[in-house]
C-alpha cells in the first residue's frame, strides 16, 4: 500500500530564515495531497490542499511544490517566524483502493528562534 | 462553525475498563473519519464513515474497538476493556465529502490507560 516518509523529523531555523520539510510517496496513482500543521495540545489544522494537476500552491508565508516525477511534496516556509513554530505533516489521499482515507507522513518538528 | 466537536477532551481509565469516545462533525459534512496518533506509530487511520454507513474499517484493531454513527451530527468510538497501550490521543476528522475531500480534524480525546 501508499507509504508516505517524511525528512527531515526536527528542523530548527531563525526568524526571518525559509525552512524546507520533503514528503515522497510511493503510490504514483496517488492523487491528492496535504499539509497540516499541529500546534501543542490541538488537533490538525489544514494549511493547504494540492491536486494532482497543480504543481505549485501559494499561501500566507508558504509555498507548496508537488514534483510528480519524483513522486515528492514540499512545503517552504519562506521567512519563518516563532508562530510557525510547531510539527508540521504531509498527507496523501490513497485513490488506488477508492478509500478516503488519509497516509500521513511521520511529522516534523519545526523551531522557529527569534 | 463550531468545526470538529470531539468529547471529552481527556479520558483516563483503568485497564479493563470500557471509554468511549464522542465525536461532532461539522454542520453538513457527510464523511467521518476516526484516527489515532502516538508518538511511536504517529497517526494511523481507524475507520471512517459516509452518509453514516461505515465504509472503511481496514485500522479498526479486530477486538474490542467499534465505531458507530447513529445519525448525521455525530460519531462514537468504543474501546471495550482498555488497555495501556491504547493510549492514544484519538481525533476525529470531517469531509464534505465534494472536490478534493479534505479533511477537517477536531482537538482529539487524550486517553490514558492506567
Known amino acids: 500500500g501508499e507509504q508516505v516518509e517524511q525528512r527531515p523529523p526536527h528542523l530548527s531555523v531563525r526568524e526571518g530564515d525559509s525552512a524546507v520539510i520533503i514528503c515522497t510517496y510511493t503510490d504514483p496513482n496517488s492523487y491528492y495531497f496535504f499539509w497540516y500543521k499541529q500546534e501543542p495540545g490541538a488537533g490538525l489544522q489544514l494549511l493547504m490542499k494540492?491536486?494532482?494537476?497543480?504543481e505549485i500552491n501559494e499561501g500566507q508565508g508558504f509555498t507548496v511544490l508537488l514534483n510528480k516525477k519524483d513522486k515528492q511534496l514540499s512545503l517552504n516556509l519562506t521567512a519563518a517566524h516563532p508562530g510557525d513554530s510547531a510539527v508540521y505533516f504531509c498527507?496523501?489521499?490513497?485513490?488506488?483502493?477508492?478509500?478516503?482515507?488519509?497516509?500521513f507522513g511521520s511529522g516534523t518538528q519545526l523551531t522557529v528562534m527569534p | 462553525n463550531a468545526g470538529v466537536i470531539q468529547t471529552p477532551r481527556h479520558k483516563v481509565t483503568g485497564k479493563g475498563q470500557e471509554a468511549t469516545l464522542w465525536c461532532e462533525p461539522i454542520s453538513g459534512h457527510s464523511a467521518v473519519f476516526w484516527y489515532r496518533q502516538t508518538i511511536v506509530q504517529g497517526l494511523e487511520f481507524l475507520t471512517y464513515f459516509r452518509n453514516q454507513a461505515p465504509i472503511d474499517d481496514s485500522g479498526m484493531p479486530k477486538e474490542r474497538f467499534s465505531a458507530q454513527m447513529p445519525n448525521q451530527s455525530h460519531s462514537t468510538l468504543k474501546i471495550q476493556s482498555t488497555q495501556p497501550q491504547d493510549s492514544a490521543v484519538y481525533l476525529c476528522?470531517?469531509?464534505?465529502?465534494?472536490?478534493?475531500?479534505?479533511?477537517?480534524f477536531g482537538p482529539g480525546t487524550r486517553l490514558t490507560v492506567l
Open positions: 498527507a496523501v489521499r490513497r485513490t488506488s483502493s477508492g478509500s478516503w482515507q488519509l497516509i
Open positions: 494540492v491536486f494532482s494537476s497543480t
Open positions: 476528522a470531517s469531509s464534505s465529502g465534494t472536490g478534493p475531500y479534505e479533511q477537517y
